[in-house]
């Protein structure tokens, strides 16, 4: 039966079974996804195909921006026809039921066609031929065969399902390697896929760039560098040059070739480059281009880090040192004692991420001081932060403030924190080598200084017997004694260390190293610090008083040379001159007189003149230092300033007054009576060299009479305080009734004085004034002494009141009582102690005491004055010094030769010093003068120190 196909466009018969409708719409179905299956399979091939050629291309030469949207434009319209009419087609188009019948049939071959005829007779409608029965028929018996109709068997999808899989596979084959190496692959896939973005090139060589994307200050630099490889043997070498090329803020382009990056190896496939833009004031964009190679553009943001806008300090000291806190403001350096907590409020211009603290810190090891950074702490604005350190060790501190990107404000504020560091105290003992006898007690001046306060001391002893064999070491003697020093607990502190010789059981020829130690008050760990006096010895000798004087004379001896040298020499100028006058004499009447022997003679007279100003004012320096030939200092000095120096100047102006013969002999009389002066100055100063040097042997007499007066002035007050106790003691007792009242004008009793002690302490007082008189007979010296006059007096006035003691109640005065007297006397016995401790100068261990306080206040460079213990000063500085050599002095005053200048010239620079004269050269002068004038006694030599070491 063959039935003819319905017209085009017409719609499939309302009068279907539903069954036959389903079989159709899922034949349909599987058309559709068959047709779209090839379709994409299609479209994803000739897709994957076009865009691994044209990334095979980009690959081995990079495609320019308009080509490559050339190329992705081509793909994109290829890929977009092939996914239109393939895929999209099918599925919008609208399949016939008669078509449909026929491709189900293909299900049932033996019967497919009375579907087929069923379909198109009941879609037909009224216009279908044939029996409307036979029509019904022919759709049931449709209806019938269509249950065992199968739509996959009618249309298979295994074709297209291949088809899918080719294209989904080229697909993936393309896709893969962006994924398993993403360099350069994925790059590749971005430059084909997104032609309007720049992500640089992905071609044989690879092209790595640092910073890419940065925020900088603004003014600060940035640092380019770029490493350049080859992906494949195919790039050949990498490039040898790179360029930079950068868009500036007003959309100008630049561009800088850059130099090879320091530190990069030099490799056959890599090449490293690196420049520096020194300063970046706005927004740029930039990339590298080496060879083939060109990078993405990078861009640069430019901001304004946060600075340290001001910055407070509060430093407070250890509690130890006793000082108060210091706030200083914007410290462009400071000064802080170690260990000093340090309070730092800083602010900054705009919120800051944090801001950091470079503080210098004690090294862990070696000496090298590193640096360690805090952060402060914030307030909540951000823009207020404070932060606590310690101040440990010296060095340059920066706080700086930096934001949310990292960067950091600079210039930070910076300086130098200097640390004083609590020094050990100083220490100085005695002067010199001491001498004692074996039964004596020992009084050795002690005087310490510390930064701080001197907290305690104690004295070291050790014992070296005459009897020790060579090179036996001094014994330690027992524990160290303790010292009691005014002014403990204050920077500086002295006093006298005395040592009972008798226990010790020492003989003639022992000796004693004697050392102190001295402890500040610096607290631990760190702390106490100690500070140790040179070892003194100490000679023990049976005649102490010969020592005393060997030594005294061993110490005059060199002086006394050499003022007799000078001596000497001015008296042979004084007789060389004489002839010179009478040739200046005769050559006023005839010039031949005076000869070139005449001038050679007078040159050379000048020249000893000159000689004898120089040796005068070295000698005065030297004088200057000792303490016992001090007074002859200013003399001699006087004597090189006037008549010496007079004299070389006379003879000077008659060395130039040549052409005038009249005043060559008045320069030349001048001279002469100038150089008599002189040898009579020198001989004035000989007599009180001898003077002095009596005085100088009585003043241990003097000393020893001051300790005896402060002993009698302390028996007179105990005397004078027993007697009013023991009143005062009558008056309170309750067991006695009360006296009768007093008539009037009767003066109560006085206390009564123990008369034997009373009578002791005047016959000591007695002995002592006797003695007192006896030496300064025998010391003429010691009598323009004005200490020693005022002690003379002093110690008539404690005899008269002793006197007036003994006597009882003045008839006369009844209020003065014999305590009142023996209080009076103590008092002037304290006075005339006080006064023979100044005549004794030197040999007073107070004295000395005072003295080496003196010279560690002037090491040190602090005035020696009471105020010196104030603990609220200012932490010590250095005080920069000024000229101390004589020769680079006169080398800046005048280019003259040494004995052109005049004598009040010379003075001044021979004094420049501003310490005048070191006392640690004294005894390099003293051998000077000694080794100058030898000829006469050789002192013999000073005994052996003997070693000391540190207990």
């Known amino acids: 039966m063959t039935i003819a196909p319905p017209g085009p466009g017409r719609a499939p018969a309302a009068g279907l079974p539903g069954s036959i409708r389903s079989v159709l719409a899922r034949v349909g179905r599987r058309l559709d996804a068959a047709a779209a299956m090839r379709g994409l399979g299609l479209t994803l091939g000739v897709s994957a195909a076009i865009a691994a050629a044209a990334m095979a291309v980009d690959l081995l030469r990079p495609i320019p921006t308009p080509v490559r949207w050339a190329g992705w434009l081509a793909w994109v319209g290829v890929s977009s026809t092939l996914l239109i009419r393939g895929v999209l087609g099918p599925l919008l188009r609208r399949h016939r039921p008669d078509a449909l019948a026929a491709v189900a049939g293909r299900g049932l071959p033996d019967r497919g066609a009375t579907l087929t005829a069923a379909v198109s007779l009941a879609g037909a409608g009224g216009r279908a031929h044939g029996s409307p029965e036979l029509i019904a028929a022919l759709v049931d018996r449709a209806v019938e065969e269509a249950g065992s109709i199968e739509p996959g068997r009618a249309v298979p999808l295994a074709r297209a399902a291949r088809r899918l899989a080719i294209g989904l596979a080229a697909a993936g084959v393309v896709a ?20 309007w973005s720049d992500p640089g090139s992905a071609g044989l060589l690879a092209i790595a760039v640092e910073p890419g994307d940065a925020v900088v200050a603004r003014g600060g630099p940035l640092a380019v560098s770029a490493s350049v490889r080859a992906r494949s043997r195919l790039a050949g070498p990498p490039p040898e040059t790179a360029l930079l090329q950068w868009t500036g803020p007003d959309g100008a382009s630049h561009a800088l070739e850059l130099g090879p990056g320091k530190g990069e190896p030099r490799r056959d496939d890599a090449r490293g480059f690196a420049l520096t833009l020194p300063s970046i004031e706005g927004p740029i964009t930039y990339r590298v281009v080496a060879g083939s190679a060109r990078s993405r553009p990078y861009r640069v943001r430019v901001v304004d880090p946060p600075l340290v806008s001001s910055h407070r300090w509060t430093i407070a000291p250890p509690p130890y040192t006793g000082r108060d806190a210091e706030e200083v403001v914007g410290p462009a350096g400071a000064t802080a004692w170690q260990d000093s907590r340090v309070t730092i409020v800083a602010s900054t211009d705009r919120p800051a991420r944090r801001v950091v603290l470079s503080w210098p810190a004690e090294p862990a090891s070696g000496d090298r001081h590193e640096g360690k950074s805090i952060d402060f702490e914030p307030s909540a604005d951000g823009r207020a932060w404070t932060v606590e350190v310690s101040a440990t060790a010296s060095g340059p501190y920066e706080l700086v403030a930096e934001d949310e990107h990292g960067l950091v404000g600079r210039p930070g504020r910076s300086g130098r924190l200097e640390v004083v560091v609590d020094a050990p105290p100083a220490v100085a003992l005695a002067d010199g080598e001491e001498a004692a006898g074996p039964g004596d007690r020992l009084a050795l001046p002690v005087a310490s200084r510390d930064d701080v306060a001197v907290c305690s001391a104690e004295l070291h002893v050790a014992v070296l017997r005459a009897d020790a064999g060579p090179g036996s070491l001094p014994e330690p003697l027992g524990e160290p004694i303790p010292l009691v020093l005014d002014g403990l607990g204050t920077p500086a502190a002295r006093g006298v260390a005395g040592l009972d010789l008798a226990p010790l059981g020492l003989g003639d020829g022992d000796a004693l190293s004697v050392r102190v130690r001295v402890l500040d008050n610096r607290p631990p760990p760190r702390g106490p610090n100690e500070g140790w006096s040179a070892p003194i010895p100490v000679a023990i000798v049976a005649d102490v008083q010969q020592f005393d004087a060997d030594r005294l004379e061993a110490r005059l001896g060199p002086i006394r040379e050499e003022l007799q040298s000078l001596a000497r020499q001015a008296a042979e100028n004084q007789r ?30 000048a020249e000893a003149a000159r000689g004898l100003v120089d040796r005068l004012q070295l000698l005065s320096r030297a004088l200057e230092a000792d303490p016992t030939l001090g007074p002859l200092a200013d003399p001699v000095r006087q004597a090189a300033e006037a008549e010496a120096d007079d004299a070389r100047q006379a003879l000077d102006d008659a060395r130039r007054d040549e052409e005038d013969p009249d005043a060559r002999l008045d320069d030349l009389r001048r001279a002469e009576a100038e150089l008599a002066g002189a040898s009579r100055r020198l001989d004035d100063l000989n007599r009180r060299l001898n003077s002095l040097a009596r005085a100088a042997a009585a003043r241990p007499e003097l000393a020893d009479l001051a300790g005896r007066e402060g002993e009698l002035a302390d028996q007179a007050r105990a005397l004078a305080d027993g007697a009013e106790a023991e009143d005062q003691a009558e008056d309170q007792d309750d067991d006695v009734p009360p006296p009768p009242a007093e008539p009037p004008g009767e003066a109560k009793p006085t206390p009564p004085i123990d008369p034997e002690a009373l009578r002791r302490l005047r016959e000591s007082q007695d002995q002592l004034s006797r003695a007192l008189d006896e030496l300064l007979r025998r010391a003429p010296a010691l009598r323009d002494d004005d200490a020693a006059a005022e002690a003379r007096a002093d110690a008539e006035a404690a005899r008269r009141d002793l006197d007036r003691a003994a006597a009882g109640p003045d008839p006369g005065d009844p209020s003065r009582s014999p305590s009142e007297a023996a209080r009076e006397a103590a008092e002037a016995m304290r006075r005339a102690a006080e006064q023979l401790r100044r005549a004794s100068g030197s040999a007073d261990p107070s004295s000395r005491a005072e003295r080496l306080a003196r010279l560690l206040a002037d090491q040190a460079g602090e005035p020696s004055s009471p105020s010196d213990g104030d603990p609220s000063a200012s932490p010590p500085r250095s005080i920069p010094a000024g000229p101390s050599d004589p020769a680079a002095a006169f080398g800046l005053r005048s280019e003259r030769s040494w004995g052109d200048l005049p004598g009040h010239l010379r003075t001044e620079l021979l004094q420049s010093s501003p310490d005048r004269y070191r006392p640690d050269y004294a005894a390099l002068i003293r051998l000077y003068f000694r080794e100058i004038a030898r000829g006469a006694s050789d002192p013999g030599p000073a005994p052996d120190p003997g070693p000391g070491g540190a207990p």
């Not at 893969?176 to 997104?194: K, N």
């Not at 006023?588 to 007279?605: K, T, V």
């Open 576 to 605: 060389n001159l004489p002839p010179l006058r009478a040739d200046a004499e005769a050559a006023r009447r005839d010039d031949d007189a005076w000869s070139e022997r005449s001038a050679d003679d007078l040159d050379c007279l």
């Open 176 to 195: 893969l390697p962006a994924i398993v190496a993403p360099d350069p692959f994925a790059a590749l896939s971005g430059r084909f896929l997104a032609p």
